[in-house]
Every structure is written in C-alpha cells, then in structure tokens.
C-alpha cells in the first residue's frame, strides 16, 4: 500500500514542487495553444503567445475559462488529443443547460486513479481494506474514480453504486466493508438507518470519504460518532478529473491539493486579481498533466481559502478550506447572501438532524425564507407548546446568524426526502413568478 503514499511527491520540498510545475505548465500551455483552436482564440484575444509563459509567474498572464466556454465548445471544442487517444469520457451531474463532457486518455486516467488512490491512503487505506463505493456510476465521477483509486491500492473493492440502502446495509456487514466512500448527505443517511436498526456492532467500517458536496464540521461529526468513524472530506470536479483533486489528511484541517499534477488560484470573483494565502475567493484551476482535457485558468465557483501552512502529516501540497459553498449556491435573500451551509451549522448545532430543505418564495414583492426541519421521533412527542419553542428558539439562532428572520417550519420524522447522490438543499421559486 505504502506505493501510493508517495512521500518523494507528497511530501517534496516547495522548491521541487514548483519545479515541477514550472515544467509542466510551460510545455502544457504549448500543447494547449497547438491543439486547442478554441483556446488558442482566447490567448490571442489577449496577445498572449505560448513563449510568454515561462513559469508559474507567467500563469495569472493566461486567460480564465469558465464553464460557459466548456458549454461552447460542447462536444469536442476543448480535446487537445485526437479522438482515437481519448479511450473514456465523463461528464458533469448538473441538469441545467449542456452538460460538460470531460475526456481521458489512459494516461490521465491513470493520473486521476493515482489521486484517489492517495486519498484512500491518507485515511488510512491498505490493501486489507474492504472499500465500499456508493458514489454514483457511470457519467458521474465518483464512482469510477474511487473505484480505481481503491483498486490501484489493492482493496477489496465494491462497487455498490448508489441506491437500495437495505442492500448497501447488508453487504456492509456481511463482508465487513471498512472503508465507505459516498456522498455526505448519503452516508448520513445510511447511519441514521444503522443506528435506527441497532446494527453498529454489526458494521467494521473505520473510515469515510465523503465529498461531491458541501458539508459542515457538524455534520462530520454526526456522521463520525453515529458510524464510530473517522470522516475524510475528499473534492474534485468533472472538468478537472473528478474526485481526488484534493483529499483530507489525518489533521482534518483541510484538504492537500495534488499539485503535481494541478496549479491551484484563489481569485477575486469580481475582478480575476489573484489573492494571497488565506483571503477567501474562486478557485481556480490549472492542468499541468492531463492530456485530453487540460483546462488552463478554470475558474470552478468553488470559494474557498488556500494555506501553505506546515501540516503534521507531513505532506507539503497546499490545503484547500472546505469550499464554503459555490459562489453559484449562495442565495441573496432580502439582499442578505445566505449560504446553506450557515443553516445546517444551526440546525446541527442545535440536536436537529441534517435533513432539512430551503424553500425561497418571493410574496408581495418580498422574499421569504422558510425553512423545512425535520425533527427526531423524540422532539415529535412534545406538546404543542414545546413546539413553539422550538420554533422560536431556531427562528433566533438563524437570526443571529444570517442576519434576517427565517420562517421555521418543523415536520415530522422521515418527511424530507433522503438523498443518495447529492443532496437538493435548496428550491428557489423566485424564478417561476
Ligand atoms: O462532485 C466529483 C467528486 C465525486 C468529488 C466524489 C468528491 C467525491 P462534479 O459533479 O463535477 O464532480 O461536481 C463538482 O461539487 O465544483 C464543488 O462545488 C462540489 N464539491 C465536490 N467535492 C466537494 C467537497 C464531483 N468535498 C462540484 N466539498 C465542485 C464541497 C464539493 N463541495
């Protein structure tokens, strides 16, 4: 197992990282302006030539591609390789617009299982492992991407896919799966039916690596205490490879990006000016590896802060906060910006569970927030006014925490739909007025 903790990467010294990725960024951004008309266009818009970069000093020269531009150039508009080189193709969970579609050839596949297969390492992965994959299969990167990862470490792997929770629960204790890889919001649920079917001494999973989307600290540690695990945050993108971008260590303080392979930036969303260690932006991402699909400068939404402060573990990559939610998730209610990840932090913090749902109508003009709480079978049985209480005792906590009044909504026990993907926190019904 130790061959995919790769201490010589992992844990190189800065100044060999960045020789690295002076290297690969020069003789990249060459393939890119070759190969890619649709970026090469771009670079010339800006007067921009592939001899202007020479090092990563050069990269903030280069212009942003965003995901409208990867809508443009749906299908084939961004593969730098010729069709006959790409052997497998992604593609993105929105159900918006074009989907984006990523390409791989065999070598970036071998690159992004490299990633997962680290992750699984850094939460403590060996080839005694049984890895339980429920991320979703097919288009969606998850699955594929874990999967690989896991078999590149020599686990057990299962391939469960999402979905059928009693067949998830089943295998889990009957093959004694000790690795669970799914979404959060999933692997919250599948604890709450563990725990609700008295089967914990039953299960011999010891880690979790959850990502695909926005979770809080809280949630962590529900899922943790409920699952007797210890959780690892892992990120990634379609358009960048999938999950593995970066993945959590033992600290939990973050998540090492691996930037062997991708140049991390945090920008001003406004302005594109790129900010120190530690301001709070857009991520942005560059391929220095990737053959088929090399974006350059992608500005993913994803606001987060990057720290190249000393980890214990050892590794030297940069840490990547969790994403505090995308600058396309965050709502404007009343003109306050309201992320759902503030709510959840509330909810949690306050014994409820993580089910709930945002719903934003806009009556008479103005907007109104409610919010959809579930309660346990225990807050249930109270009287009417100790409902009221609880209502109230939320309305304030939200308050004080967004800035503006909440309408509390509390429903019974198994009323919001369980997710086994991503979870839907929000529904927007501004737009239909
Ligand atoms: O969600 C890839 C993935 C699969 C990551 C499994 C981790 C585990 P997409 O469907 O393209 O790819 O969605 C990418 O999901 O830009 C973030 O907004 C969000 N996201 C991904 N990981 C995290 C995370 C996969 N750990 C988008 N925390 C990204 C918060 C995350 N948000």
Redesign the pocket.
Known sequence: MEHYYQPEIECASREQIRAWQDERLVKQVRHVYKNVPYYRNLMDQKGVTPDDIRSVDDLHKLPFLTKDDLRDAYPYGLLAVPLKDAVRIQS???TTGRR?VAFYTQHDLDLWEDCCARAIVAAGGTNEDVVHVC?GYGL???GP??NGGSHKVGSLTLPMSSGNTDRQIQFMCDLGSTIL?C?PSYAAYLAETICERGLQDKIKLKAG???????TQEMRRDIEQKLGIKAY???????IS????SFECSEQTG?HINEDHFIAEVIDPATGEVLPDGEKGELVFTSITKQAFPLLRYR???ICVLTHEKCSCGRTHVKMS??MG?SD?MLIVKGVNVFPSQIETVLLNKGYPANYQIVVTRVNNSDVLEVQVEMTPEMFSDTVSDMDRREKELRDALKSMLGIYAKITLVAPKTITRSEG?AVRVIDKRNLY
């Open positions: 993105t969970s929105g984006v991320y969606f990167t998850g991407g874990l890889c979404t690596i959850f990502g695909a989307e926005a979770w945050d892992i990120y990634g993108l379609t358009e999938g999950p593995g971008v998540m993913t939404k994803d969790k994403p995308r998730d991503k």
